[in-house]
């Protein structure tokens, strides 16, 4: 008992983060007699195998202290790329070229934000609107469609209950990072440069490194999402998939990162990922406008804003508070000494 | 020691190019000279580019955009980033507008009534930036909450009202052969510079912007600085919707939504024209005259490519092309003038 208690004392982001996600289950669970069935976890999978994506790139955006606003954008380009391809080139040679496109940008992307030295969110919003232009000019500006439909059929194959190919490749992305982040360097790396980043410069980081790793995960991460979006409708529109960002942040900052970066983690944004997706499934199943679904994103990412933003507040005041106790303490023999003279 | 003085002796000496970099007056040059290219290409190719008629065209497509533009101007240079919910925005403001018209309500009640739901929304978001939530993830949330209510209100239907009302001057009318609309445009960016350039308020914008800290400690606080610079891009917003609202005499949600305009989505092409009016980003330099060239600027190339008969594709990516450039040489010409330091 008293493990469990440290360890939420210690991960308390995460303690909260879960608590959201089993508190939402329950509540669609108990008002819904359809919502905790096998076949609802496999339609809940199958979002988390498109936002539990952004979601992931969005964290490590947001570890590293940037935030990335191309995401929807590079993954409708990605969409794009691959749906028009598919039929003349097999769906794996699309999907890889479509990825490899996608990771490309996010690399260069990184490569100038470092080099530039300018913030990402200033970047990416040129960039958004490039793309943009891009897939509007690789999809023609129509909306391109498949007109064999055995790959959509395999995306969506029934395995081990659950899941399917795209839901597992998903997660085994998640391990991989999870593992990198973790226990290599250069995933210790980006969280130096998000927690600390003049500390993390001077102790001899090479900005360029994390920022250009990050930023090509987060490509890959949004074009494998597209690619997994555009195969498994077997459409795609170069206008489409805007609505990414806000539900990846949301997933995001539930799952415990911290705008001044630094803070959060892979588990954090698969726990962050489900309860977005637990949320959505569940206002479908209540026959709840898409718009009102948008509506209780954008409140709960400023309650979360909110909280965090008081919650900092409270700490630098306390801090203050802490420092001038401090001085008072060292002041108080002094000014007891000055008082009383000489002996 | 040594080096500081070398820095002074740089300082009072400074040649023509080294003021260049320093004032970011590059961006300007470039911009003008990019604008004199431009120019000149649309009147080499497009026959029907130098006609008065389509200057007036430029001017006005410029308005829409360039009038939200000018109050992002004011966030941006104020430091506070950009207004990611400019469009939702004035999607809500819109609905309200058109709904209170429709109800039969006047066209003097109906404007009260949405500018007093954008200085609400304006201030809500202005006073989460300001207690230290990010620009850009407070008004992410904000777009998707004002959009939602927006959609709710309206049922996501369209909203329309008859034809003779009392708006019809401000979206249709004209004055001495200008629209009014653009008249609105040229009176709102001389205002705005005004208010920037020679007013105290206009001053502390530049100072919270250029250096927040020596802001803070001559005693003007973000805090209420976000809020009014909010109200204030809020306001525009709320200007812009009236205005296409009185044009179309109807109103929908997704009006300002990359699905219905076809040159991409609205807050993008507003953050755009703040981007390649050669503002600074990061707050502290630039003017809302800049933000007004930049629409102008982008409208005329826009102009130029659908005189050409170009898609929405070139477009889109021509705005995109400008955008990253803009900050490229933004970020070079700062990188220079650090090195000078």
Same mark, same amino acid.
Request: proline share 2%.
């Given at each position: 008992?008293?493990?469990?208690? =440290? ?15 089993? *508190? ?38 947001? !570890? ?16 794009? !790329? ?21 990771? $490309?940008?996010?690399?260069? &992307? ?104 990050? @930023?090509?995960?987060?490509?890959? *991460? ?6 997994? !979006? ?18 990846? $942040? ?16 892979? !588990? ?12 959505? $499934? ?8 898409? @718009? ?24 630098? =005041? &306390?801090?203050?508070? &802490? ?21 | ?22 004032? +970011? ?13 431009? /120019? ?144 609105? /445009? ?19 914008? +530049? ?47 997704? +009006? ?86």
């Amino acid at each position: 008992m008293s493990r469990i208690k =440290n360890w939420v004392v210690e991960n308390h982001d995460l303690a909260f983060a879960i608590l959201l996600a089993v *508190c939402v289950y329950c509540y669609f669970a108990f008002t819904n007699d359809l919502f905790a069935t096998h076949r609802t976890t496999f339609a809940v999978m199958e979002r988390f195998a498109v936002l539990g994506l952004v979601g992931l790139a969005l964290t490590l955006c947001i !570890i590293a202290g940037e935030i990335d606003l191309s995401i929807g954008s590079n993954a409708a380009l990605a969409a794009v !790329i691959v749906v028009r391809f598919t039929d003349s080139l097999g769906a794996v040679t699309a999907l890889l070229i479509a990825v490899a496109i996608s990771t $490309t940008i996010g690399i260069i &992307q990184g490569y100038f934000i470092a080099y530039l030295r300018v913030r990402a969110i200033v970047l990416t919003v040129g960039t958004l609107m490039l793309l943009r232009g891009v897939a509007l000019f690789a999809a023609e500006e129509k909306t391109v469609m498949l007109t064999d439909f055995r790959v959509p059929d395999f995306i969506t194959t029934k395995m081990f209950g659950y899941f399917s190919p795209a839901s597992i490749l998903v997660i085994f992305m998640f391990i991989l990072v999870g593992i990198f982040m973790n226990y290599t360097r250069f995933g210790r790396e980006i969280y130096a440069i998000g927690g600390a980043r003049k500390e993390a410069l001077a102790a001899g980081v090479n900005l360029k490194r994390p920022m250009i790793i990050v @930023f090509a995960i987060s490509g890959l *991460c949004a074009g494998l999402g597209g690619v997994i !979006i555009g195969l498994r409708s077997g459409t795609a529109q170069a206008l489409g998939l805007q609505y990414l960002l806000l539900a990846g $942040t949301v997933a995001a900052f539930i799952g415990g990162v911290s705008i001044l970066g630094g803070k959060g983690g892979v !588990i954090g944004a698969a726990i962050g990922t489900l309860t977005v997706n637990f949320l959505n $499934t569940g206002l479908v199943f209540n026959v709840t406008p898409a @718009f009102m679904v948008q509506l209780y994103l954008g409140v709960l990412l400023m309650v979360v804003i909110m909280f965090q933003t008081g919650s900092r507040i409270f700490d630098e =005041n &306390q801090r203050r508070r &802490q420092i001038i106790s401090d001085v008072d303490a060292r002041r108080g023999p002094l000014l007891a000494r000055r008082q009383t003279g000489p002996p | 020691m040594s080096n500081s003085l070398i820095a002074n002796a740089r300082v009072t000496g400074l040649g023509f190019v080294d003021r260049l970099v320093r004032d +970011y007056s590059a961006l300007v040059v470039c911009l003008i000279g990019l604008f004199l290219v431009v /120019f000149i290409v649309g009147m080499a190719t497009a026959p029907n580019f130098l006609t008065i008629f389509n200057f007036k065209t430029i001017i006005r497509d410029a308005a829409l955009v360039g009038i939200m533009a000018i109050g992002l101007t004011f966030v941006t240079l104020s430091g506070n980033f950009f207004l990611l919910s400019m469009k939702e925005t004035a999607a809500l403001c819109i609905i309200c507008f058109a709904t209170s018209m429709s109800s039969g309500y006047g066209f003097e009640i109906s404007f009260l009534l949405t500018m007093g739901v954008a200085i609400i929304a304006g201030a809500a978001q202005g006073a989460l930036i300001g207690l230290g939530g990010n620009p850009i993830v407070v008004t992410l949330g904000a777009a998707g909450l004002l959009f939602g209510l927006g959609s709710w209100w309206s049922d996501n239907l369209v909203v329309s009202f008859r034809r003779p009302h009392g708006a019809e001057w401000l979206g249709t009318g004209s004055f001495l052969g200008l629209p009014n609309i653009t008249i609105a /445009f040229i009176l709102i960016a001389i205002s705005a510079e005004c208010v920037l350039r020679y007013t105290n308020f206009g001053r502390q914008v +530049y100072l919270i912007g250029a250096n927040r800290a020596a802001g803070k400690a001559t005693g003007h606080e973000n805090f209420s600085m976000a809020i009014k610079v909010c109200i204030i891009a809020s306001i525009c917003s709320a200007f812009v919707a009236i205005a296409f609202s009185a044009q179309v005499s109807s109103a929908h949600v997704n +009006y300002f939504s990359s699905e219905f305009g076809s040159s991409g989505d609205m807050t993008i092409m507003v953050i755009a024209t703040v981007m390649v009016g050669g503002n600074s980003i990061m707050g502290g330099f630039g003017s809302t005259l800049r933000t007004s060239l930049g629409a102008i600027f982008i409208s005329t190339v826009d102009n130029m490519m659908v005189l050409h008969g170009f898609n929405s594709g070139p477009r889109v990516l021509a705005v995109g092309l400008m955008i990253v450039f803009s900050i490229i040489v933004f970020a070079l010409v700062r990188r220079g003038s650090r090195a000078q330091e």
